[in-house]
């Protein structure tokens, strides 16, 4: 009888082959080398399909030219792979953020491609510590960078003290926010009950998008634009 792992890499494998896809074999590589983590999750046809709306959104309303992104509460990493593999955008590189130590080295084997390329890296750090200056991103007073052109949060629902982490972001860095309205999963503290009173916890002076994507448990909303 043929292992389940085998039976999984085996179909990974063809499509890889089959789509030519980098990004398969990457995730295929992942699986394999962490059954055990929270990959599945992650990439479920709920996020997934958040993302994908996040990249058509994105693209959308601001083009192809990304620069430097951060991707706060980056969790295994697989927004910034779907960016690195979406031929629409033009990425300078990618620092993905997640509080969880065990994030980092999967979110590395996800985006292999790009930690070869030195396009990717990762930061195990509390967000809400990350400080913000005209030029530079510090934890703890020391730089671990540039500010970026473009800063994503897909989990503000977990932030406890949403208000100071949204009233310390640089005002000239591009922001896409997104939130939702799943009161009953136990980590979601900061969940907002509909896209106006998220509009308004994130107050955008530049506000251009502002949407929502419903699914069968709950509904996700999403803020493009300068604070």
Request: hydrophobic content about 40%; charged content about 25%; proline content about 4%.
């Amino acid at each position: 009888m043929l292992k389940k792992d085998q039976f999984y890499k085996d179909i990974l494998d063809g499509l890889s082959l089959f789509y030519e896809s980098r990004f398969i074999r990457d995730i295929r590589n992942t699986a394999l080398k962490y059954p055990t983590s929270s990959l599945g999750n992650a990439l479920n046809r709920r996020q997934t399909a958040s993302k994908l709306w996040l990249l058509d959104s994105l693209n959308e309303t601001h083009g192809d030219d990304l620069g430097s992104v951060h991707i706060l509460g980056g969790w295994c990493g697989v927004l910034a792979s779907l960016l690195f593999h979406d031929s629409r955008f033009n990425v300078n590189h990618i620092t993905s953020f997640d509080i969880d130590p065990s994030c980092a080295p999967i979110a590395d084997s996800l985006n292999a491609d790009a930690v070869d390329r030195r396009v990717f890296s990762t930061e195990t750090a509390d967000i809400l510590q990350l400080r913000y200056t005209a030029d530079s991103v510090q934890i703890n007073d020391q730089k671990i960078g540039a500010c970026p052109d473009l800063l994503i949060n897909t989990s503000c629902e977990h932030l406890e003290d949403f208000d100071a982490w949204f009233s310390a972001l640089p005002q000239d860095t591009l922001l896409v926010l997104q939130s939702n309205d799943y009161f009953s999963e136990p980590e979601h503290v900061n969940c907002q009950p509909n896209l106006a009173a998220f509009q308004e916890q994130a107050p955008m002076r530049d506000l251009i998008f502002a949407g929502e994507l419903e699914f069968d448990k709950y509904t996700r909303f999403m803020l493009i634009g300068r604070r």
